[in-house]
């Protein structure tokens, strides 16, 4: 199992920069594949982007493709999210999660932090 704690959250402006680490407990975490989600309010769920288990592979959402950087640090246990070019509606609460498969369903991460607050400022 895999524990999670995400930090880096706060108040940015629009057009600006952030990054929030994921810092995991567990031997296991360089086998695990790593996923960013976010939920703004009044809304679901959604797929922020995702990293396997050694780096090699990142896939993202297309809301966020070219403006935010999964990466990870397995020697540290930790994930990370870049996020640049940020804008309003990527104000959400950002979390990461955890699972043994590579993908782009929120399914497949049943390891998840508690979550924090992201708000762009217009």
């Known amino acids: 199992q895999v524990q999670l704690v995400e930090s880096g959250g706060g108040l940015v402006q629009s057009g600006g920069p952030l990054r929030l680490p994921c810092a995991a407990s567990g031997r296991t975490f360089s086998s695990h594949a790593m996923c960013w989600l976010r939920q703004a309010p009044g809304k679901e769920c959604a797929f922020v982007g995702a990293?396997?288990?050694?780096?090699?592979?990142?896939s993202y959402a297309d809301s966020v493709k070219g403006r935010f950087t999964i990466s990870r640090d397995n020697a540290k246990r930790t994930v990370y999210l870049q996020m640049n070019s940020l804008k309003p509606e990527d104000t959400a609460v950002y979390y990461c999660?955890?699972?043994?498969?590579?993908?782009?369903?929120?399914?497949?991460?049943?390891?998840w932090g508690q979550g924090t607050q992201v708000t762009v400022s217009s």
């Open positions: 990293i396997g288990w050694s780096g090699g592979s990142t």
């Open positions: 999660a955890a699972g043994l498969v590579f993908g782009s369903h929120p399914e497949l991460y049943p390891y």
